[in-house]
């Protein structure tokens, strides 16, 4: 059993404006030092067999359901 | 004219769109998300709510559900279809309609009554208004701002893609003020206000949605 780690981010040119209210929210903490905060998601997906195929099968599920290609980008990588 | 409307886990607006239509003058069919039959309609409606809890993104899941094969299929062939809010975002995650909504940027779910611009009038769902006519219609969301490259909305300000377009104020952020756009045959429009809500005068705005449903049973008597 492997786990892979598909994480999901905004494209930098979309507003994300969740990441702008976490940014908003720091400094009232007393968190000064952070100039922006972008917010993505993380998906663990359990493989059971990991080969060349199933990685290529995590790819395409990250660009046709994890993933929305007009305003979110996506990497892939086997957790170590 | 049978116009379906579809209803998903987390619909909220399917009633009223059946009404709407009924209002109209048409014959409302009610449609299951989990069956891949269309029932033999001229034309099908997404309605608005909050499909499958909006998990993962606003329709992202809705897209894979059975009946929406039917509805690509369908659209491609040229029959109109009409997403309202959640139908719009479920409409632009199928690809029947580019670019994609996303949070409001203001960060807080906006209720108003809302006065757009009828930017083009020669769609499947907006042939009975005048281009440029103003209307009043409710709008209701969290997600509405549209987004899409530079390329991709310039390409619907050339093409006329803009159905209609928020005026006064831009309520969530959307690009141009962007509130519903169609593809390139007409056929498919997604907007994010709900004209449904705006059908009868003993309740909301008035009457400005109901030339939505009309305007489908004009287009369908227009091919038969």
Known sequence: ?80 | MKIGVVTFPGSLDDVDARRAVELAGGEAVALWHGDADLKGVDAVILPGGFSYGDYLRCGAIARFAPVMGEVVAAADGGMPVLGICNGFQILCESHLLPGALIRNDHRTFVCRDQVLQVENSSTAWTNGYETGQQITVPLKNGEGGFVADAATIAMLEAEGRVVVRYVDVNPNGSLNGIAGITNERGNVVGLMPHPEHAVEDLCGPGTDGLAFFSSAITALGASA
């Open chain 1, 1 to 80: 059993m492997a786990r892979v780690i598909v994480d999901v981010m905004p494209k930098p040119e979309i507003l994300d404006p969740q990441g702008k209210a976490v940014h908003g929210a720091l400094p009232r903490l007393g968190f000064t030092g952070v100039s922006d905060v972008r917010q993505g998601k993380r998906f663990e997906l359990e493989i059971a067999v990991l080969d060349g195929d199933a990685i290529a099968e995590v790819h395409r599920i990250a660009e046709t359901l994890l993933s929305n290609p007009v305003i979110e980008d996506y990497t892939v990588r086997v957790d170590a």
